[in-house]
């Protein structure tokens, strides 16, 4: 059943969560002491200006980086100080990532490019049953030079989805898309927290994807400065921008 409900179990925590890259001499500081809870079943839009350490805490929390300082917990695993082998594991068993370029390999169909996923996971859907899941069951044998840029994303979105993640973490998914196509993406997004309780989360500097959310958490600085809840959740087709 479809999960509306913000009251389940926490699925991640981070408390303290910094992160500093080098450059050159300089310590370039991109989050500084975020404290976080996710929840099962969510959908979190997380706002904020280019810089502001957006897609460091999706990397982080997706396991593609590491903190510099601070704690971050997945259910019970730790992900702080978890190596390389863990940090894999992790990913291919609990994470789908939707980036904003579909990284779809262009000599394979639709439906071969999201069995690709499927062949390595535990217990995958049918590739066919995550396109239809997406639109697009009627498009499984054509190649991506045949698809527009929003079937190509939500071809993508398929490809995540299709290993039955427990989290879907999606960074810009509609930034190369144009208004009308980007609400198609996000009317699969959204199905798929929906109808499936993959609890989701959605950077984007578009504020009016914000209502679509649970929560909307909005970062500044490296820091969440604001945190939002909607009374009630738009739908996708119901967003303007």
């Not at 991640?12 to 099962?40: C, H, N, Q, W």
């Not at 989290?167 to 199905?191: K, N, Q």
Request: net charge neutral.
């Amino acid at each position: 059943m479809p999960l509306e409900s913000t009251t389940s179990a926490e699925v991640f925590r981070a408390t303290g969560l910094s992160k500093s890259y080098r450059m050159g001499e300089v310590i370039v500081p991109a989050l500084r002491g975020v404290d976080l809870s996710l929840r099962r079943g969510e959908l979190i839009v997380l706002l904020g200006p280019s810089g502001s350490g957006k897609s460091t805490l999706l990397n982080i929390l997706g396991g593609l980086d590491v903190p510099t300082d601070g704690e971050v917990w997945y259910c019970d695993h730790r992900l702080h100080g978890a190596d390389e082998r863990e940090l894999t594991q992790f990913r291919r068993e609990h994470v789908g990532f939707v980036f904003q370029f579909y990284n779809l390999l262009p000599s394979l169909t639709a439906l071969e490019n999201v069995a690709l996923v499927t062949e390595i996971a535990r217990d995958p859907m049918a590739p066919r049953d995550a396109l239809a899941l997406v639109g697009l069951e009627q498009r499984c044998d054509h190649f991506p030079s045949q698809l527009s840029g929003g079937e190509q994303q939500r071809v993508a979105i398929a490809r995540a989805i299709a290993k039955r993640p427990d989290v879907l973490l999606c960074d810009e998914p509609t930034g190369a898309l144009d208004a009308a196509t980007g609400v198609r993406v996000l009317d699969a997004l959204d199905s798929v927290n929906r109808r499936l309780g993959t609890t989701t989360l959605i950077i984007t500097h578009n504020a009016d994807i914000a209502r679509m959310a649970h929560r909307v958490l909005q970062l500044g600085d490296g820091r969440i400065v604001s945190e939002t809840r909607n009374p009630t959740r738009a739908r996708a087709l119901e967003l303007r921008w």
